[in-house]
């Protein structure tokens, strides 16, 4: 069975701060990857993806996410975060298949970007 | 830009009573889903849908629970006797056909529903 865990629950930066959010998972056949953003109020919203080629994905926003497959990692980064960046950001995987499969979701990360 | 849509956004009802929560999905989708996330935890998957028929779903997705697609637009969740338990916010979502596209799923605002 696939699963995602994501170490920080809650982090606390000020604004321009640097971000990277951690997420590890665990499965052994090939996967998709996935961030999921859900500000305040709001539905689950894709920040960005990763299906195969270059490791380093860019997504919305001026986020991006560094697959490293040796780690199972899919750490998700932001130079300088805004305070408009103040929301929950989840992990996701679900394998590779030639159609759809379900997505496992890490526990989230709150963020909260101060002024 | 389509979206998902679900209706209603909150539904309060009492223990043992059915309730169907409803979901648009995006008009060229063709693979739906429902996920849960009860306040506090995770988001959990609960069943996948395409072609008229169940293709996957999980352990909490039991004889209580059950999906449908009436028409050629809604994609519905029936829970035959709530539990205070299923209390959680639902979220339905889908995506397209394609080998990279089936993976990139798209999600509603949810349905907060409130069992007493």
């Known amino acids: 069975a696939q699963s995602v865990s994501q170490h920080n629950h809650h982090v606390i930066l000020s604004e321009a701060a640097s971000l990277e959010l951690g997420c590890n998972y665990s499965?052994?056949?090939?996967?998709?990857l996935f961030w999921y953003v859900q500000y305040p109020g709001q539905h689950l919203q894709l920040l960005l993806k990763y299906f195969s080629g270059d490791p380093l994905v860019k997504g919305i926003k001026g986020f991006e996410a560094e697959f490293i497959k040796s780690k199972f990692s899919f750490n998700l980064r932001k130079p300088s975060v805004q305070w408009s960046d103040t929301a929950e950001y989840f992990c996701?995987?679900?394998?590779?298949?030639?159609?759809?499969?379900?997505?496992?979701f890490g526990t989230g990360t709150r963020l909260q970007v101060t002024l | 830009e389509p979206e998902v849509t679900q209706t209603p956004s909150h539904q309060v009802t009492q223990m043992g009573q059915e309730v169907i929560l409803r979901c648009v999905p995006i008009?060229?989708?063709?693979?739906f889903y429902w996920y849960r996330q009860i306040l506090g935890q995770k988001v959990e998957f609960l069943v996948s849908f395409y072609n008229n028929e169940i293709s996957e779903k999980s352990e909490i997705f039991d004889d209580q629970f059950s999906v449908e697609r009436p028409d050629g637009s809604n994609f519905t969740l029936k829970i035959r006797s709530t539990k205070l338990e299923d209390s959680a916010m639902y979220f339905c979502a889908s995506s397209d056909m394609g080998i990279l596209r089936a993976n990139e799923q798209y999600f509603g605002p949810g349905t907060r529903l409130t069992v007493t």
């Open positions: 996701a995987v679900n394998r590779w298949a030639g159609t759809a499969s379900k997505l496992t």
């Open positions: 008009s060229n989708h063709l693979y």
């Open positions: 499965y052994g056949g090939t996967v998709n």
